[in-house]
């Protein structure tokens, strides 16, 4: 389902115009959700993804972007906390797994 989603969104874009024309700082997003994209940017900091703020084409509200530096298709808009911390829980995961050796059968 998400890769639905972000195909959904990345034709969605294509039709606003190009992501950095959407591309904002974080002061534009709601104050609720600024406080969490801090703690993000944080968390976040001397990984691969960067974080700023964006229009979101489907809501015309202000949202979180974490995108990926290396390839920019891949990207997520987070509209809340919740979004926030499930997508913090897949990138631990996906990070742990890289981490632990697999055995060989």
Do not use: F
Request: glycine share 4%; proline share 5%; hydrophobic share 35%.
């Amino acid at each position: 389902m998400d890769y639905e989603v972000r195909t959904y969104r990345a034709w969605a874009a294509s039709r606003t115009g190009a992501a950095e024309e959407g591309e904002t700082s974080l002061d534009h997003v709601p104050l609720s959700v600024r406080c969490w994209a801090s703690k993000l940017a944080k968390w976040i900091e001397g990984c691969p993804y960067v974080l700023h703020g964006r229009l979101d084409p489907l809501s015309q509200e202000y949202v979180i972007e974490v995108r990926e530096r290396e390839k920019p298709e891949n990207s997520w808009l987070l509209e809340d906390a919740d979004q926030m911390l499930r997508w913090m829980r897949w990138y631990h995961s996906s990070q742990a797994e890289q981490r632990t050796p697999r055995k060989l059968v």
